[in-house]
Every structure is written in structure tokens, then in C-alpha cells.
Nanobody
């Protein structure tokens, strides 16, 4: 099995910065796309950043220029650097990683989710 462990959330003032981390562990042959999503109370979960296995990144307009996704393949870890944070960025942030792992005696590709980390932007 594969586990994702997130860290780095917390309370920050508007204009501040936070860095989220998500480390994958377990039986991992390779990692594909990695992404961060967020979900605010009463709202649907939304994509905030994605990095492909080839290193391409994409962001929605709401975070473009403020958030940066990166990864460390040696550590099976994805990061989200968040700058110029706004109250509207307040949400639970989830990492999502596509993993080639070993299930039922064969290699299979699966998507895994982190447990979520709270980010609160408030003065």
C-alpha cells in the first residue's frame, strides 16, 4: 500500500506565506502526476496546482503567480509554496499523487490522497 503524509498547514496573516509538503511512502515503482487540491466549507474541492511526471505545471487563475508546485523525485515528495496569501485561500488542502504500485500480485496504477491540512488566512 501507499501512504501520503502532509505537513505545513497553519494560520497565517494576509500577505504571508506557507509551504506545504506531501511525502509518499510504501511500494512505489514510479510516480506520475502530482497535484494539490483545496476545499473550503460549503464549496467543491478544486485543483490549485498540478505537476506532471515530465515537470510541466499548471495553475488556475486564482493562484497563478502566487502558488508554486514542485517535486523531489528522490524523496517522493511534492511541495506547494504559497505566497501573498489571501483570506479566500482558507481551506483544507489535499495532495493527490498518481502512483505505480503493487496490488493483488501485479503492478497497478492508483491515485492516492493525503489526509488534508488546514490553511487559515486571517488577521
Amino acid at each position: 500500500q501507499v501512504q501520503l503524509v502532509e505537513s505545513g498547514g497553519g494560520l497565517v496573516q494576509p500577505g504571508g506565506s506557507l509551504r506545504l509538503s506531501c511525502a509518499a511512502s510504501g511500494i512505489i515503482f514510479s510516480i506520475g502526476d502530482m497535484a494539490w487540491y483545496r476545499q473550503a466549507p460549503g464549496r467543491q474541492r478544486e485543483l490549485v496546482a498540478r505537476i506532471t511526471g515530465g515537470g510541466s505545471t499548471n495553475y488556475p487563475d486564482s493562484v497563478m503567480g502566487r502558488f508554486t508546485i514542485s517535486s523531489d523525485s528522490a524523496k517522493n515528495t511534492v511541495y506547494l509554496q504559497m505566497n501573498s496569501l489571501k483570506p479566500d485561500d482558507t481551506a483544507v488542502y489535499y495532495c493527490n499523487i498518481d502512483v505505480l504500485t503493487f496490488i493483488n500480485y501485479r503492478r497497478q496504477r492508483r491515485e492516492y490522497w493525503g489526509q488534508g491540512t488546514q490553511v487559515t488566512v486571517s488577521s
